[in-house]
């Protein structure tokens, strides 16, 4: 095969050099230069053709669908991320932080399928076939039509899945598979383009669903699977705190089901296992009934996520009162007391107030003003909300609790993971349809949403 030539495009105006450059001479921005294979006619006319004839335009109206039955894995929450079961010919790209548990949740799914009689390929480019088969003996793993190989040469894995011709395909990781023809790295942005646009051409012609672990560096640009996330046909992204062992695995984009659907599961010694009460999950770690204490509704870029609020609202013994927030833009607190002083009347000048984030995570959007009003006055009132509230709004300088962006989204996350009620802005009312299980309450001021949650 002759070597193919590769060069290097600016990704912001379309220089092209034979070298790489640190700053393009075209546009002069500072690492853009990104190595791309010059493709040849042959390999462009693969790509968009699998046979002689030449497609023509099809009527919408007379395509044909057969109805595919999707795979489905013994994992409810799995099947439920991805919109009901694995589709036929889909690549799927699970990110994660390291040591989060990608190959242990791909093993198990690999398993499940393999028990079905399906011959599944699990090639890994971090581990030795050894280092995956300990795993397996610790999760309790055996399958005759279970198949290892520990791979990182995209040709030879090509090969591999042409002579094997199994029903599903796991890729651990992404950043370790290479092309020949692509002189930079493994994991470098070309590599990992080239080889993932590679699966993506055996997942479709063979129609076969490919899962690729990829690794989420901390910058999030370079090599991280943000660069495949328009490649795929689902993203899948598997999170969980360090010191806890519960996971969750949300979907981030979908071709083929809805990303409103999350799968929370426990990290044990056998494995990953299914936890289907999350609401009881969630609640565990709040100090429940606690006065001070409420739930929010975030976005957390497009996903929605729940997170408790605390307030502590003591006297001031000397000098100035203190205002400390962690996780939130410390000038909010005393914004929202001023409006809780103003407009509701609370006596906060005297006060000291710390307001928290519980769990370290950082909020940054107005959405949060209402839990964050409504967790201070609870305290200072010493009284607790209810339990089960989620609370979603911003809060105006005059008391008045205005629109919030994807209402629907974060009331489904609130019903999903078990809250009784949900407290969100009275312009938020119209123009969707609310979960079932789940009241929905507008209030038009701060004033309003105090009474609804703490009473008069
Ligand atoms: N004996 C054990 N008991 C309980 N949990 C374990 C045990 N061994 C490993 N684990 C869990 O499995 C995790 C590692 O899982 P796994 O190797 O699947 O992660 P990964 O996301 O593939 O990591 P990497 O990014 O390194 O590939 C550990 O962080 C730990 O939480
Ligand atoms: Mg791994």
């Given at each position: 095969?002759?070597?193919?030539?590769?060069?290097?495009?600016?990704?912001?105006?379309?220089?092209?050099?034979?070298?790489?450059?640190?700053?393009?001479?075209?546009?002069?921005?500072?690492?853009?230069?990104?190595?791309?294979?010059?493709?040849?006619?042959?390999?462009?006319?693969?790509?968009?053709?699998?046979?002689?004839?030449?497609?023509?335009?099809?009527?919408?109206?007379?395509?044909?669908?057969?109805?595919?039955?999707?795979?489905?894995?013994?994992m409810q929450e799995l099947n439920r991320v991805l919109g009901g079961g694995i589709v036929p010919g889909s690549l799927v790209l699970?990110?994660?932080?390291?040591?989060?548990?990608?190959?242990?949740?791909?093993?198990?799914?690999?398993?499940?399928?393999?028990?079905?009689?399906?011959?599944?390929?699990?090639?890994?480019?971090?581990?030795?076939?050894?280092?995956?088969?300990?795993?397996?003996?610790?999760?309790?793993?055996?399958?005759?039509?279970?198949?290892?190989?520990?791979?990182?040469?995209?040709?030879?894995?090509?090969?591999?899945?042409?002579?094997?011709?199994?029903?599903?395909?796991?890729?651990?990781?992404?950043?370790?598979?290479?092309?020949?023809?692509?002189?930079?790295?493994?994991?470098?942005?070309?590599?990992?383009?080239?080889?993932?646009?590679?699966?993506?051409?055996?997942?479709?012609?063979?129609?076969?669903?490919?899962?690729?672990?990829?690794?989420?560096?901390?910058?999030?640009?370079?090599?991280?699977?943000?660069?495949?996330?328009?490649?795929?046909?689902?993203?899948?992204?598997?999170?969980?705190?360090?010191?806890?062992?519960?996971?969750?695995?949300?979907?981030?984009?979908?071709?083929?089901?809805?990303?409103?659907?999350?799968?929370?599961?426990?990290?044990?010694?056998?494995?990953?296992v299914e936890v289907l009460n999350p609401s009881e999950v969630f609640l565990e770690e709040r100090s429940q009934g606690a006065a001070?204490?409420?739930?929010?509704?975030?976005?957390?870029?497009?996903?929605?996520?729940?997170?408790?609020?605390?307030?502590?609202?003591?006297?001031?013994?000397?000098?100035?009162?203190?205002?400390?927030?962690?996780?939130?833009?410390?000038?909010?607190?005393?914004?929202?007391?001023?409006?809780?002083?103003?407009?509701?009347?609370?006596?906060?000048?005297?006060?000291?107030?710390?307001?928290?984030?519980?769990?370290?995570?950082?909020?940054?959007?107005?959405?949060?003003?209402?839990?964050?009003?409504?967790?201070?006055?609870?305290?200072?009132?010493?009284?607790?909300?209810?339990?089960?509230?989620?609370?979603?709004?911003?809060?105006?300088?005059?008391?008045?609790?205005?629109?919030?962006?994807?209402?629907?989204?974060?009331?489904?996350?609130?019903?999903?993971?078990?809250?009784?009620?949900?407290?969100?802005?009275?312009?938020?009312?119209?123009?969707?349809?609310?979960?079932?299980?789940?009241?929905?309450?507008?209030?038009?001021?701060?004033?309003e949403a105090i009474k609804v949650t703490l009473g008069d």
């Amino acid at each position: 095969m002759a070597k193919r030539k590769s060069k290097f495009v600016c990704q912001s105006c379309g220089y092209e050099s034979p070298k790489w450059m640190g700053k393009c001479p075209g546009c002069h921005q500072w690492n853009t230069l990104v190595e791309e294979i010059e493709a040849t006619k042959s390999a462009r006319g693969n790509w968009t053709k699998d046979s002689t004839a030449a497609r023509k335009p099809e009527k919408l109206a007379n395509i044909q669908l057969q109805d595919e039955p999707r795979m489905k894995t013994q994992m409810q929450e799995l099947n439920r991320v991805l919109g009901g079961g694995i589709v036929p010919g889909s690549l799927v790209l699970i990110g994660g932080d390291p040591g989060i548990g990608k190959s242990t949740l791909l093993l198990q799914v690999s398993h499940q399928l393999a028990l079905d009689k399906l011959d599944v390929l699990y090639i890994s480019g971090e581990e030795s076939a050894r280092q995956t088969k300990l795993r397996a003996d610790r999760l309790g793993i055996a399958s005759d039509s279970l198949y290892v190989l520990s791979e990182t040469n995209m040709l030879d894995i090509a090969n591999q899945i042409d002579q094997l011709n199994p029903s599903f395909v796991v890729i651990d990781s992404i950043q370790t598979i290479f092309k020949e023809e692509v002189t930079s790295a493994p994991g470098s942005v070309s590599q990992v383009r080239e080889c993932t646009s590679e699966l993506l051409r055996i997942a479709k012609q063979k129609h076969l669903p490919i899962f690729i672990v990829g690794h989420v560096t901390k910058e999030g640009s370079i090599a991280g699977p943000r660069l495949l996330e328009h490649m795929v046909d689902a993203v899948l992204y598997f999170e969980g705190e360090r010191h806890h062992t519960f996971r969750i695995l949300r979907g981030v984009k979908n071709r083929f089901g809805s990303t409103n659907e999350m799968g929370i599961f426990e990290m044990k010694e056998e494995g990953l296992v299914e936890v289907l009460n999350p609401s009881e999950v969630f609640l565990e770690e709040r100090s429940q009934g606690a006065a001070g204490s409420t739930i929010v509704a975030s976005m957390e870029g497009t996903r929605p996520v729940l997170v408790e609020i605390q307030s502590l609202i003591s006297p001031t013994s000397f000098g100035n009162p203190r205002r400390m927030a962690t996780g939130i833009d410390h000038n909010r607190v005393p914004l929202l007391m001023a409006v809780l002083e103003k407009r509701v009347g609370l006596m906060l000048q005297n006060q000291d107030a710390y307001v928290k984030v519980a769990g370290g995570v950082k909020l940054d959007e107005p959405a949060i003003d209402l839990a964050v009003a409504i967790s201070i006055a609870s305290s200072f009132r010493d009284k607790s909300p209810q339990t089960d509230d989620v609370l979603i709004g911003e809060v105006g300088l005059t008391g008045e609790i205005r629109r919030v962006s994807r209402i629907e989204q974060r009331v489904q996350e609130a019903a999903k993971l078990g809250f009784k009620r949900a407290i969100i802005p009275a312009k938020n009312m119209d123009g969707w349809t609310a979960p079932k299980h789940i009241e929905i309450i507008g209030v038009q001021s701060v004033q309003e949403a105090i009474k609804v949650t703490l009473g008069d």
